[in-house]
Every structure is written in C-alpha cells, then in structure tokens.
C-alpha cells in the first residue's frame, strides 16, 4: 500500500532563505506527483506537476525535482517570502489504478 | 474566473440531521471529486464523477451520497451525519482523472454534535 510522507511537519525560517520541502513515497509505481498550496480559508492551489519521465519542473521561484527510484520528491523554494507561508502538500497518482494518495502535508512559516 | 464553488462554508449540525454540501464548477470539466481532510492523516478521496452519471466510491464512501446530473454540479449528501464526520471537505475539479491541474474549492468545515 503507497504511503506518502513529508517531513518535517512545520518548519518555520526567516524571510530570505532558500529552502527545500520533502516528500517520500514507498511504491515507485506512479504515473505523476503533484505539489499543492493549501491556505486557510482558500482550498488548495496546484503549484507543479511532475510525469514520471521527468526529473524536474519548475514555475518562478519553485523548482520541483523528483526521483522516483528512491520514492523522494523536493520542492526547493528560493529567496523565501512571508507570502510563501502555508502548507504544502505532495500527492502521487498511482500507475494501477489512478488514485491520488496525499501526505499530510508540512507549514511553513516565514518568518519578516 | 475559473473556480470551484462549494457551500455552506461552514456547518454544524446533529447527529442524524440529512444534509447536502454543494459543488459546482464553470470549466466545463469532465472529472470532479470529494475529499475529506483529517489532521495528520491528509487528504482522502470520498467519490468521484468521470462523466454525468458516472460516479464511483474513494478511499472512504462510508456514510456518503453523490450525484452527477449535470456536469457542472457535484453535490455530496450525508443521509445520516455522524461526528466522525466531523472534517474539512473540498470538492475538486479537472479535466480528466490524470495529468491535469486539480482545481479545488474553499473548503467546507463540517462539525457534527
């Protein structure tokens, strides 16, 4: 069964800094992984999605790699901004049967 | 815009009391789903809708209804809501089940006494 974990659960550093956001999964099996913002009160927004084939993707400050021999997957956020304070979710899509399996995500704090 | 709209944003009700959390989407997508959010558990998928009058069970269908008759709406109903289903719900939406951006609503913060 795919378990997916993202350590640490909160991280909290100050504005500026780059930094780097884990995710692991046991099942190398998947079809993609995404990465999602989640704010209070807003949902969740899709920040990358990454295809099996690929390495890496990458949208302004965020860069998404993954390698999915190792289960592992990071999403590096450079020169941090309080505005990236949230929580950032990873999920994989299963090769088998398509279904989307969650971790449970890690806050972010930025701090001015 | 493009969104997904849920209401209520939030409801507490009692043990037993039918209730319905609407979805609606204007994008014109094929593919909408449920979800609950539990603290350190993440996100679980509840249903999902291929298609008008398509739909099928997640990862945690207990206790829950859904329908599809117009591809814009996907209301989820608790027939009889119990306070394990005291959660967080969003609704999502995309194009197709895979390789596309989910589009997900506000939320919905359900409690159960």
């Known amino acids: 069964k795919q378990e997916v974990t993202q350590i640490p659960a909160a991280l909290s550093v100050p504005e500026g800094e780059n930094l780097v956001l884990n995710c692991s999964f046991t099942d190398s099996a998947i079809y993609n992984l995404q990465w999602f913002r989640q704010d209070p009160g807003k949902g969740l927004t899709s920040l990358l999605l990454i295809q099996s084939s690929q390495r890496e993707q990458t949208s302004g400050r965020l860069n998404a790699s993954l390698d999915k021999s190792s289960g592992r997957s990071t999403l590096y956020i450079a020169a941090s901004q309080p505005g990236d304070s949230a929580t950032y979710l990873c999920?994989?899509?299963?090769?088998?049967?398509?279904?989307?399996?969650w971790g449970a995500g890690t806050k972010l704090i930025i701090k001015p | 815009e493009a969104q997904v709209t849920q209401n209520p944003r939030y409801l507490i009700t009692v043990t037993g009391k039918k209730l319905t959390v609407t979805c609606s989407q204007n994008?014109?997508?094929?593919?909408m789903s449920w979800y609950r959010q539990d603290p350190g558990l993440g996100l679980r998928q509840i249903y999902y809708s291929m298609n008008v009058e398509v739909t099928d069970k997640g990862d945690v269908p207990e206790g829950y209804k859904v329908s599809r008759k117009e591809k814009r709406n996907f209301p989820l109903i608790l027939e009889s809501p119990s306070p394990n289903q005291t959660s967080l719900y969003f609704c999502a939406s995309s194009l197709d089940r895979v390789g596309y951006e989910q589009y997900f609503g506000p939320g919905t913060r359900l409690t159960v006494t």
């Open positions: 999920a994989v899509t299963m090769d088998s049967n398509y279904q989307l399996i």
């Open positions: 994008m014109n997508h094929e593919y």
